[in-house]
């Protein structure tokens, strides 16, 4: 069975980093453990917190109790903060993948890791007050209390002041480990990153996904090949593409827009369009939970009991469905704009692709099934053209990611691209 660090793709240097900082806290519990004892409750805590601040004799692998995971979207960021969490917890600390406390850590059953996965379009202080109260408990299993924030970009800025508070004071055995694109201050508040140590992550290169993909997933080295180009170095959805045929079908869509800008009603259409198939995307992705979660709400009320009881607690449960509907819209949204995303991402490869072409840079094409189009739209605008839609196209993401609305966006950016 391979070690917690299997799944982090072309990522050796930070993996090293990981695995000497877990051998590092797995020799802060060792010497706890050993030292004399006074008896009291918090004895372990104090003399924890005791060698956890000595200064290590090797920095690079020292461990501390705030960790930042940065990277660009399919790095891995999340898959790396998981499997620190699984090393950590690890009963021969080195993440071995075979004790109880790896494998808990990584299907998400293990009582001491708490993951928090935005749903919506930001992360809210109460949430987070919640969470760092209950982090701050004493380990049930001995080791450590680990919390791992997703997308801590998301943050609300009093969420983010309610987390510095517990990184600045933190419980002697809890451990923050937070995911984001970035360490920019609009992403990660400068405060809080100054308090933690920061793991950069890389794009992993084409040859290492698609290595991935046929060692692990069984799939055939030619389109392995194609899905890893094509997905951009992100694993996850270069296996969709390998193995959705629906995945395909969304992105041969997407990569059919610059042929259908002939004017400016094509454009408005295939603005349309592009948004549109975002949310279907979204709602099919969505359905299933959103479906459950009131299944469940409503049993927990009392549907389908009898009585008067039953009829009051029914009437009395407005509000809390209510609540659930506003957080599945949310979720909804949050979908949709992932889904927007990845199709933007993947018509900028595309105008790049061009950009290239127009350059003649010895750089392989990202979307090999559409070079020929791209060597066209090269001759046809030139390296200047190629490139204003290419930023057309980036302007696009970032202004959604800013909160403009998605359909105003994507139709600014379809003009953009027809008049180039």
Request: proline share 6%; hydrophobic share 45%.
């Amino acid at each position: 069975m391979p070690d917690v660090f299997a799944d982090l793709v072309g990522q050796d240097e930070a993996v090293e980093t990981l695995r000497r900082a877990a051998a590092s806290a797995a020799a802060v519990l060792r010497a706890a453990h050993a030292a004399p004892s006074t008896g009291k409750p918090d004895a372990l805590d104090a003399l924890v917190e005791e060698v956890a601040g000595e200064a290590p004799a090797d920095p690079g692998g020292a461990m501390t109790h705030a960790w930042i995971f940065t990277g660009p979207p399919g790095s891995g960021r999340s898959v790396a903060a998981r499997a620190f969490a699984a090393a950590l917890q690890c009963a021969h600390g080195t993440g071995c993948g075979r004790c109880p406390g790896c494998h808990t850590t990584m299907t998400g059953t293990h009582a001491d890791v708490r993951l928090v996965v935005p749903e919506g379009l930001s992360i809210g202080v109460n949430e987070m007050r919640a969470l760092v109260l209950r982090a701050a408990s004493t380990p049930s299993g001995g080791r450590w209390q680990i919390v791992i924030i997703e997308d801590a970009d998301r943050l609300t800025e009093a969420a983010g002041n309610a987390l510095l508070k517990a990184i600045e004071e933190p419980p002697p055995r809890t451990v923050f480990l937070l995911c984001a694109p970035s360490t920019h201050p609009d992403d990660v508040s400068v405060t809080i990153r100054s308090r933690c140590r920061v793991v950069p992550l890389r794009q992993p290169p084409p040859v290492a996904v698609a290595e991935v993909l046929v060692g692990r997933d069984g799939v055939a080295p030619d389109v392995a090949a194609w899905a890893a180009a094509a997905a951009q170095g992100h694993v996850g959805r270069a296996r969709r593409l390998a193995r959705d045929p629906e995945a395909r079908k969304r992105r041969d869509a997407v990569l059919a827009v610059p042929r259908r800008l002939t004017g400016v009603g094509a454009a408005l259409d295939a603005a349309s369009a592009l948004i549109e198939a975002a949310e279907a995307e979204a709602e099919a992705s969505v359905a299933e939970a959103d479906a459950a979660e009131r299944a469940a709400l409503q049993t927990a009320l009392g549907a389908g009991g009898t009585g008067r009881g039953a009829a009051g607690a029914m009437r009395g449960a407005a509000g809390q469905l209510k609540d659930l509907e506003k957080r599945q819209k949310s979720r909804a949204t949050r979908a949709q704009r992932d889904a927007l995303d990845r199709a933007l991402v993947d018509l900028a490869g595309f105008y790049r692709d061009a950009l290239a072409m127009a350059l003649r840079a010895p750089v392989a094409p990202v979307h090999i099934d559409t070079a020929e189009m791209a060597e066209a739209g090269a001759r046809k605008w030139d390296a200047e053209g190629a490139l204003r839609r290419l930023e057309a196209v980036l302007e696009c993401r970032a202004a959604i990611e800013a909160n403009v609305k998605p359909r105003i966006a994507v139709e600014a950016m379809m003009l953009s691209l027809w008049k180039g």
